[in-house]
């Protein structure tokens, strides 16, 4: 398992998470190379069937990445995300993959450092977690 | 509008489990409204399905498509080419759409994924509650526009019952009581006579108790 290395999709937006991703870059912050990331004008812009597909493509792990809640650009697109979120984990739940894959994080674009943790949370998680493909197919871990 | 609700997963994925190969068909009109079965509805479970098949180790090939509405067969009839390439039809429309296209297109199977539920409203955003049961003699005219047929849970014509309290119902506390509904909104118009007359037992039969149910609008009839 050691070797497994989970693919992570970001999808941030513009104005906070993915400022926050190049503050983090400037600032030299190093955070595992798992992610790809996404850019969006909002997060409200993200549908479910955006999140869905990136898990149908092959990826272990998604996360959102929207301003603090209260100070989206466009008012309440990261409270429309959170929703949008909280309905893919139901939706991956039926299919029988694990809802922690799929995160939503809020961040300012002063927050390099807090956007290196997440992607250090993500990638820790989808590590412990294994491929998205053996979902449902491993043995319990043994206490 | 037509009001359903998608079946669960599992069984649907029980129903197309010999498939390789389907059309999964959604509604352009009332499904699409209550979000169960409009194009993204199509779009999300076509995904659901696809992951689900392939932890399965026995990948499926869905089209995807949505007509206009399913219950006519000018929507339908353009779907005939994709129909002759796959095993069956995977229908989330309403029990008239499953059965549109099992009448247009017998050579096909067409199986239901949702299950259709009433004619409703939208009491608020994403929420529907029952207000008509097609009972087919419509008594809105004197009570006030408050049905009792489809919002009382004994179909009373002379409520309330004696299970009516703080105007909410004995079966479903979070129903309101028809009945309260209907003598309220009689004070109001002034038309509380309408209560003192004693409404006979209802001929069931304009409803579903004598069997199929028909209509026809003669002068527009080719």
């Not at chain 1, 989808?126 to 491993?138: F, I, M, N, R």
Request: net charge neutral; charged share 30%.
């Amino acid at each position: 398992m050691s070797e497994f290395e989970p693919k992570i999709v970001a999808y941030c937006c513009n104005f906070c998470a993915f400022a926050a991703a190049d503050l983090a870059g400037a600032m030299r912050v190093q955070y595992p190379p798992n992610v790809r990331i996404i850019r969006l004008p909002c997060t409200g812009k993200v549908d479910a069937i955006h999140l869905m597909k990136s898990f149908e493509d092959g990826a272990d792990g998604v996360f959102v990445a929207g301003c603090l809640e209260g100070e989206c650009h466009y008012l309440e697109g990261n409270l429309r995300a959170r929703k949008r979120v909280a309905y893919v984990k139901k939706l991956l739940t039926e299919v029988g993959i694990d809802p922690q894959r799929v995160e939503m994080f809020n961040l300012s674009s002063a927050m390099g450092s807090k956007f290196a943790e997440y992607v250090e949370e993500m990638t820790k998680r989808t590590k412990e977690l294994g491929p998205a493909s053996t979902d449902g197919q491993k043995e319990p871990q043994k206490q | 509008m037509i009001v359903a609700d998608r079946k669960p997963l599992d069984e649907i994925l029980n129903s197309i489990k010999d498939y390789k190969k389907i059309i999964l068909m959604g509604c352009g009109g009332c499904v699409t409204i209550c979000f169960s079965g409009g194009a993204k509805a199509v779009e999300l479970l076509a995904s659901q399905i696809k992951m689900a098949r392939k932890k399965q180790g026995k990948e499926i090939e869905i089209i995807e498509c949505t007509p206009e509405r399913q219950c006519e067969y000018e929507f339908i009839d353009e779907l005939k080419k994709e129909l002759e390439t796959v095993e069956a039809v995977l229908s989330i429309a309403c029990g008239v759409g499953v059965q549109a296209m099992t009448e247009r297109h017998p050579e096909s199977i067409t199986i239901p994924g949702l299950n259709t539920k009433f004619m409703g409203y939208p009491v608020e955003h994403a929420v529907w509650d029952e207000r008509c049961a097609g009972c087919g003699d419509c008594v809105l005219e004197w009570t006030g526009g408050v049905c009792p047929i489809s919002r009382c849970a004994k179909k009373l014509l002379n409520g309330p019952c004696g299970g009516s309290a703080d105007g909410k119902c004995e079966v479903d506390k979070d129903t309101e009581c028809a009945w309260q509904l209907i003598y309220e909104r009689l004070k109001k118009l002034g038309k509380l006579e309408n209560l003192t007359v004693v409404r006979e037992p209802k001929d069931w039969r304009t409803s579903t108790n004598a069997g199929q149910r028909k209509t026809k609008f003669e002068e527009a009839m080719l």
